[in-house]
């Protein structure tokens, strides 16, 4: 199944609660949920719909998720750094959401701290830096993630954003 079969439903919770909710739900109908703790701005795992997508990842850490596996296995198996036996996506796709997040904290996007980041993300895990030639990654992955981060923000409590994995 790839990452064009699949859904992604976040839904948020009351205005106090302190995570909102993730649904995955793939063509076949099945589904996996899981909770997403609130950051301020755009929940990390809704950072990886930009990142995969822009990417074009069919074995990132949404990968998983379209090919069967259930939220918390994918995401126990993505976040565990000393885990070789995961595909080189999902720890690229994983370096990447965490620099896209510390570029949204600081206010703005500094291609120098970004690719530091990134680099420290991977060698941390022991993988080389993905290749970013074919894009501008400020304008593909950081631009669109506040797009997303403003969309997100609209979404009243106890609504939801349904995003497909195709568009963004």
Sequence with gaps: MNLQEMKL???????????????CVRKN????????PRQGQLPHDLIHYVVETA???EHGFLGLIAKGADLAFAMEQTHDIQNQ????????????VESLQAQ???GMFDNEQFLAGLEG????????????????????????VLALAQRWLQVPFYASLELDMQNI
């Design 9 to 23: 439903i976040a839904t948020k919770q009351g205005k106090t609660e302190k995570y909102d909710v993730l649904r």
């Design 29 to 36: 109908g099945t589904e996996t949920s899981t909770k997403m």
């Design 55 to 57: 990417l074009g990842y």
């Design 85 to 96: 036996q995961i595909a080189d996506q999902a720890t690229h796709a994983e370096a990447l």
């Design 104 to 106: 949204m904290w600081s």
């Design 121 to 144: 993300a991977c060698s941390m895990r022991n993988r080389a830096v993905p290749d970013l030639s074919k894009i501008n990654p400020e304008r593909d992955l950081y631009e669109v």
